[in-house]
Structures are given as structure tokens and as C-alpha cells.
């Protein structure tokens, strides 16, 4: 139902930024929570951010807190996820996905929590 297209990626050097897109389709979007997760070759796919519907609250991984930043523009169907200081262990695919409703803070790590799912966009951080 809902249609997620990530952009915004690209090769860069070490502590470099990119800011990373979502673009949803449809006037609803502003409903759904929204949550970035990233894969790297080899490893499982893991957490990185997530906002609520309303944009009031946020959540990080341990890993990239104070790094990177979600926001969200509902007006633009758009979600955000500004990467800076970035690190070669940054290098991964970044999916963004939604879900519909409002959570609490241990609901947004999970990966079954997201019913939608991007096609992803690829983050390169070299040395």
C-alpha cells in the first residue's frame, strides 16, 4: 500500500556526510513511524534510526548516536537521515521502512515491527 524509494547515497571519504532520502507515494504517509536500517556485506541487517508519525520522537543505535540524525517532512512525504563523521564501518545498504501507528522505544529496533520495506540505497565510506 505504501511505496518507499530511498536515495541520497554514494561514495564518500571518511567523515564525509550524505544526507540519505525516503520518499513515500500517497497522502497517508504522515501516519506511519518510519525506520532506517542498514545491511553490510556479510552481516545481518541492523537498526539505525527510526522517527514516530508525528516526528516527536527519535531513536538511535548505540553506534551512530550523535552522528546521524532522522527527521521527517510530512508535507514532502519525506524522511530523512542526515550520516556525518562517517566511518568505513558505516558502508552498507540503507533501507528505510514504515509502519502505521505510534510505539514505545523498544517497539522501533525490530525489524518485524515495519510492514513496507525500500529497495535501498548504498552508502560507501572509504579510508
Known amino acids: 500500500q505504501v511505496q518507499l524509494v530511498e536515495s541520497g547515497g554514494g561514495l564518500v571519504q571518511a567523515g564525509g556526510s550524505l544526507r540519505l532520502s525516503c520518499a513515500a507515494s500517497g497522502h497517508t504517509f504522515s501516519s506511519y513511524a518510519v525506520g532506517w536500517f542498514r545491511q553490510a556485506p556479510g552481516k545481518e541487517r541492523e537498526f539505525v534510526a527510526a522517527?514516530?508519525?508525528?516526528?516527536?520522537?527519535?531513536y538511535y543505535a548505540d553506534s551512530v548516536k550523535g552522528r546521524f540524525t532522522v527527521s521527517r517532512d510530512n508535507a514532502k512525504n519525506t524522511v530523512y537521515l542526515q550520516v556525518n563523521s562517517l566511518k568505513p564501518d558505516d558502508t552498507a545498504v540503507y533501507y528505510c521502512s514504515a509502519v502505521l501507528g505510534t510505539y514505545s522505544a523498544s517497539f522501533y529496533p525490530r525489524i518485524p515491527s515495519y510492514d513496507y520495506w525500500g529497495q535501498g540505497t548504498q552508502v560507501t565510506v572509504s579510508s
Open positions: 522517527i514516530s508519525w508525528s516526528g516527536g520522537s527519535t
